[in-house]
C-alpha cells in the first residue's frame, strides 16, 4: 500500500514579520514581539544583533537600540497569514493551517500537480514570496515529522522519519507549540535530566513504561518520536447534522460583527459537540458572500478546541478575509456563515472541571490507568468500543488501553437477526443444561423449535426450575464459511434464584452467552 506524505511549509518568526508589515517596515529592520515583557519572536536581523527569545523588553533594546518593539497579537498574526495561505492554496488545494505562520497539506495533491516532491518546494517558495514572505518546506510520512523537517528545509524519504528523528536533541520534541502542549516543556526537561538527550535514545523506551510513568503527553510524545501517526489512520466518522450554520442578516462585512456571529456559531457547535459526546480537533470554516463566492479554510489543532479557541478562529479567519488583500478577499458581504467539524475525538479529551479545570479528575484516572497497563503490560487493560454483530459478545470489540478506538465491525451498518435490546449486563462462555420435565435433554430442532419444554436449567452446579422463557432464535452465519460460520440457536431463560440468561445451544450443547441485570 502507498504510504501517505505530507508537506508543511513553515514561515520563519511570523509573529515578528506580521508585526513588521503591520508597522510597515522594512524586512531589514530589527523587529521583537513581546508577551508579558519578555520576547517570544525576533526578526533576523534583529537576533543577529543579540536579540532572543526570553529576553526582557529592556535587554533587547539594549542589545538592539534600534529595536521596534510590537505586543503579540494572534489576530494580527491571523491576518497577515492569510495572503500566504491564498498564495499556497492557488497551487494546492485542501490547505490546512497548523497556526499562523505553519500550514500542512497532504502532499500526494502536490505531487501530482508538480509531477513529484522533488518539484514541490520551489514552485511553493516562490508562491510565498510573491505574497510578501519567505518560508521553508519540509516532506515526511508523519505530520509532526514534516513540521520538523520544514523548519530544517530538508525532504524526509518515505520510512526514514524515524531515522531522521533520531538524532535530533529531545528538545525538537517541545519547540512547535502547533503539536506540543505547554506541559511537553516539563516532559523535555526531564528526560534531559534522566539522561536521555535524543529523540531516538526517547524513542527507544518501550512503550509500556512511557504510559505509565510519563502520562497522556509522554505517550503523544513517544509516538512522535518513533514517528507513528498522531491522529488515527480510521478517523471518527463526522455526523452531518454536527455542523451549525447561520444566514447573516443583514450581510456582514465589519470584522466585529462577523466575530460575534462566529461566537455565537461557536457556542452552538459546542452545544451539539457536547450533546453528541465528541470533541473537535479539525475545523472547516466556511463562509458564502453576496457575490456567489464561498470561502474555505481547514484549521487543525494540537488539543480538540474550546468554544472560546473556536470563536478565535472564526474570528482570526474572518479577519483574514475581510481585511485581507489578494485573490482571498470577498468582494461582498458575508451572508452564510458555516462551522464543519472534520476530525472528532472523544469528549473526555475535553472534559472541563466544574470550576474551570481541565479534567483534573479524569487525567489522574488516565495515568492510573496507564500506571497499571506498565505493570501488567500492554493487552492486559483493556476497554470496549460499540461494534457490530448479531451476539451480545460481538458487538462489543476490546482494545488494549492507548489503542485507537476501531471497532472489529461497523455498528451503523444493518444486522437482520440482531438480538433485541435490552443487551445482557453480564458476557460469559460457561457451560448449562437446559432440561425437561423429565429430566430430559431440551434442545433445538432444524425448523428453529424446542425439542420440548424447558422446565429445569442447570448451571453453575445447581438445578434451578425454569420460570418463563423467549425464544428460541436459530442463528445460521457464514455458512459458507466452515471456520467462521455459526449454525446454533439463543434463548432467554429466567429461573428461579437468579438473573435472566441468554443461553446458547451449539452442536446439542448449552452454554449460558450472558447474564441480564
Not at 473537535?280 to 470554516?285: F, G, M, Q, V, Y
Not at 471497532?407 to 435490546?421: F, I, V
Request: glycine share 12%.
Amino acid at each position: 500500500m502507498e504510504r501517505e506524505r505530507t508537506l508543511a511549509l513553515w514561515c520563519p518568526d511570523w509573529p515578528a514579520v506580521s508585526a513588521a508589515a503591520d508597522a510597515d517596515l522594512s524586512p531589514g529592520e530589527p523587529v521583537a514581539v513581546l508577551h508579558a515583557n519578555r520576547v517570544v519572536a525576533c526578526t533576523a536581523v534583529a537576533r543577529a544583533q543579540g536579540v532572543r527569545r526570553g529576553l526582557r523588553k529592556r535587554e533587547a533594546q539594549a542589545r538592539c537600540p534600534g529595536l521596534h518593539v510590537a505586543e503579540l497579537d494572534a489576530a494580527r498574526d491571523a491576518r497577515a497569514f492569510e495572503p500566504v495561505v491564498s498564495a499556497v492554496e492557488q497551487l494546492v488545494p485542501g490547505v490546512e493551517i497548523l497556526r499562523p505562520g505553519l500550514l500542512a497539506v497532504a502532499a500526494h495533491r502536490a505531487v501530482r500537480y508538480f509531477g513529484g516532491e522533488h518539484a514541490v518546494a520551489e514552485p511553493l517558495i516562490d508562491a510565498v514570496a510573491a505574497a510578501g514572505a519567505e518560508c521553508q518546506v519540509g516532506i515526511a510520512d508523519a505530520l509532526a515529522t514534516a513540521v520538523v523537517a520544514a523548519k530544517r528545509g530538508r525532504r524526509v524519504e518515505p520510512g526514514d522519519d524515524g531515522a531522521f528523528l533520531a538524532e535530533l536533541p529531545v528538545g525538537v520534541l517541545a519547540e512547535e507549540p502547533a503539536l506540543a502542549p505547554p506541559e511537553r516543556a516539563d516532559l523535555v526537561d526531564l528526560l534531559r535530566r534522566m539522561g536521555i538527550r535524543s529523540i531516538g535514545g526517547f524513542a527507544a523506551l518501550p512503550r509500556g513504561d512511557v504510559a505509565s510513568r510519563f502520562g497522556a503527553d509522554g505517550t503523544a510524545a513517544h509516538r512522535v518520536a518513533r514517528a507513528e501517526p498522531q491522529r488515527p489512520p480510521a478517523p471518527r466518522t463526522v455526523p452531518a447534522e454536527l455542523a451549525v450554520q447561520a444566514a447573516c442578516d443583514p450581510p456582514i462585512d465589519r470584522v466585529d460583527a462577523a466575530a460575534f456571529a462566529g461566537r455565537r456559531l461557536a457556542e452552538r457547535l459546542h452545544t451539539a459537540l457536547a450533546a453528541a459526546g465528541a470533541a473537535c480537533t479539525r475545523l472547516a470554516i466556511h463562509a458564502a458572500t453576496s457575490e456567489g463566492e464561498e470561502h474555505h479554510r481547514v484549521w487543525r489543532c494540537a488539543e480538540p478546541l474550546t468554544p472560546a479557541a473556536t470563536a478565535d478562529r472564526v474570528r482570526w479567519q474572518m479577519d483574514g478575509w475581510l481585511t485581507g488583500r489578494g485573490a482571498a478577499r470577498p468582494t461582498g458581504p458575508i451572508v452564510l456563515l458555516r462551522l464543519e467539524p472534520v476530525e472528532l475525538v472523544a469528549a473526555g479529551a475535553l472534559q472541563m472541571g466544574l470550576f474551570g479545570g481541565a479534567g483534573e479528575a479524569l487525567d489522574r484516572a488516565r495515568r492510573a490507568v496507564s500506571r497499571v497497563q506498565g505493570l501488567l503490560g500492554g493487552d492486559a487493560v483493556r476497554f470496549g468500543v460499540l461494534s457490530g454483530g448479531r451476539g451480545p459478545s460481538e458487538q462489543v470489540t476490546l482494545r488494549a488501553w492507548g489503542d485507537q478506538a476501531v471497532p472489529a465491525h461497523d455498528p451503523s451498518a444493518p444486522w437482520p437477526g440482531r438480538l433485541p435490546a435490552p443487551a445482557p449486563v453480564e458476557l460469559c462462555a460457561e457451560e448449562a443444561g437446559l432440561l425437561d420435565g423429565a429430566g430430559g435433554p431440551v434442545g433445538v430442532t432444524g425448523r428453529g423449535l424446542f425439542t420440548a419444554e424447558p422446565a429445569v436449567l442447570v448451571w453453575r452446579g445447581r438445578a434451578r426450575p425454569v420460570t418463563g422463557w423467549a425464544g428460541p432464535w436459530p442463528v445460521d452465519e457464514h455458512w459458507w464459511d466452515p471456520a467462521a460460520g455459526l449454525r446454533a440457536a439463543r434463548a432467554q431463560v429466567l429461573a428461579e434464584g437468579v438473573p435472566a440468561v441468554l443461553l446458547l445451544c451449539r452442536g446439542g450443547e448449552w452454554t449460558v452467552e450472558g447474564v441480564y441485570g
